[in-house]
């Protein structure tokens, strides 16, 4: 098995959107729900480079790892869900529009927290799902870049903030994943 951990590794790679605006470079990113009405959603986005991962490997375990700043709003407990950018090659959004616009994986998995205590590292529940997707696609190749969508989930007031590339303080977040490639055998007629 092989361990891959890669960390976003420019500004502009993570951010969010909100409420038709857009923050690629600041200190933190938003995941969930801004306002009771639940009508202002925080749209988080992290583009990893260099995904080493061959096409058809068999993902055993992938994980995004954040560092929390706070867990905002009323509600509890907070709901999102996870997702990738189902494409060969991700691009880093741009606009609001550019985010909310991205195509995103069948494969969804909920992430739903009741704590985020500012400076503790969390990990999401199993990605394997959404990696396996994307890896899986007839144009992936080994060191594509891969981004993971966090969308809010029907909650309401309640959000995630967790610490960006841009935030001097902590790390910014990484995926790590861990894979399989399967062995074939070659046989030989003579």
């Known amino acids: 098995m092989t361990s891959l951990i890669i960390s976003v590794a420019a500004s502009g790679d993570d951010g969010y959107g909100v409420n038709s605006t857009f923050d690629a470079t600041g200190a ?25 991962i061959p096409r058809g490997a ?7 790892r954040v560092i929390a700043s706070e867990r905002g709003g009323a509600g509890s407990p907070t709901l999102t869900k996870v997702k990738g950018n189902n494409v ?31 400076g503790v590292e969390y ?13 899986a696609r007839a144009g992936w190749a080994s060191g594509n870049a891969m981004t993971i969508l966090i969308d809010n989930d029907g909650g309401s007031d309640r959000r995630m903030v967790f ?11 990484k995926l790590v994943i861990n894979y399989t490639v399967p062995f074939y055998p070659q046989i030989i007629f003579c």
């Open 163 to 173: 610490h960006s590339y841009d935030e001097t303080t902590y790390t910014e977040p």
């Open 123 to 135: 990990d999401s529940p199993d990605l394997s799902s959404i990696i396996t997707e994307i890896i």
């Open 88 to 118: 060969d090659n991700a691009s880093a959004p741009t606009t609001y529009a550019g985010l909310t616009g991205l195509a995103k994986t069948t494969a969804a998995v909920d992430w739903d927290i009741a704590t985020f205590t500012d």
């Open 28 to 52: 933190h990113i938003k995941g969930g729900s801004e306002d009771i009405s639940g009508s202002k959603d925080d749209f988080a986005f992290m583009r990893f480079l260099n995904v080493t």
């Open 58 to 64: 068999i993902i055993n375990s992938a994980v995004l």
